[in-house]
């Protein structure tokens, strides 16, 4: 029987983006900083998917770098598209102010800025891309078809129980996942493998107010160290791993591996300490018998079952 899959994915993409604004330089000083990642998940056998954004594949120190590390066999590159500086431009009017998701736009323009970002990787990578995640995780049926048309063969956009409605776009809010699948399956001829998220009222971590809403309301516990405590990621390791679930998947931002890169880690030392929780979950997850695998071999070995 295989073992179960650790899949670590990392939206890599410009500094701080949670600070953009139209017209606002994007920087990719991040890409300086993920040497010291690779290594940590070198050290324990784990296959980072590097989810490229057009910024951070035109950056020449993370194609040399991912570069390297892709011919190693030690990483997998797929697509990432952040459709307001992925070109071509295309205007969009609307209510709100937002940063406008891909499937806000025209067919044709998610067509030709998806191409834009697919070509870019082939040439700078040498690679037919396989895997994706949307910029901003919205995702519609037409975007599925996009995926198919272009050989995307898994998806890793969708995250269960949360909905994005309430984070505005131009013309709408993003996908509402509360009532997704916590399973992989297949959309449109695509694998979707849903980020690991699952509810609880157990209150893991955090004030007494969150506490107490956890209680009543419940909340959403994600495998992501920017978000969760140790404990909060380990308790939902453990409760997965007795689930007829055969992976875990792990996220963070390439920017927040650099200080001041993201609103999470704003310090040298909240990085130290980010570093520390990636080591404790890797730690865990090999200490339960997680193998790693990219996107892509996940892919093939369900597609050989």
Not at 69 to 82: A, M, N, P
Not at 94 to 118: A, C, N, S, W
Not at 235 to 262: A, Q, T
Not at 287 to 298: D, I, N
Request: proline share 6%; with cysteine.
């Amino acid at each position: 029987m295989d073992k179960k899959s650790f899949i670590i994915t990392v939206d890599t993409e410009g500094d701080n983006l949670w600070n953009f604004q139209a017209g606002d330089e994007i920087t990719t000083r991040n890409a300086e900083y993920i040497p010291r990642f690779q290594a940590l998940c070198d050290e324990f056998g784990f296959k980072p998917v590097y989810l490229t954004n057009f910024e951070m594949a035109n950056s020449p120190v993370f194609v040399s770098e991912a570069g390297r590390w892709l011919r190693d066999e030690r990483c997998e590159i797929g697509v990432h598209l952040h459709a307001w500086n992925n070109p071509p431009q295309h205007d969009l009017s609307g209510p709100y102010d937002g940063q406008p998701y891909l499937i806000e736009y025209p067919e044709t323009v998610m067509r030709q800025k998806f191409q834009v970002i697919h070509s870019l990787l082939e040439r700078q990578f040498g690679i037919k891309p396989v895997s994706h995640r949307a910029g901003r995780w919205a995702m519609n049926a037409a975007y599925f078809d996009l995926l198919r048309e272009f050989g995307i063969r898994v998806d890793c956009s969708c995250t269960p129980f949360i909905s994005w409605a309430a984070s505005k776009g131009v013309t709408c809010g993003g996908s509402d996942y509360s009532h997704a699948a916590e399973h992989p399956s297949v959309i449109g001829g695509v694998l979707e493998v849903p980020m690991t998220v699952r509810r609880t009222r157990v209150p893991l971590t955090g004030s007494w107010k969150y506490r107490l809403k956890t209680l009543v309301k419940g909340s959403s516990v994600w495998l992501r160290p920017a978000l969760e405590s140790v404990a909060a990621m380990r308790w939902l390791m453990n409760r997965v791993h007795v689930e007829p679930v055969d992976y875990l998947e792990f996220m963070i931002h390439s920017s927040e591996l650099m200080p001041g890169g993201s609103p999470y880690n704003e310090t040298g030392h909240s990085v130290e300490i980010f570093f520390d929780k990636m080591r404790r979950v890797f730690e865990h997850a090999a200490e339960l018998g997680y193998e790693g695998r990219t996107l892509a071999e996940y892919c093939a070995m369900r597609c050989e079952k």
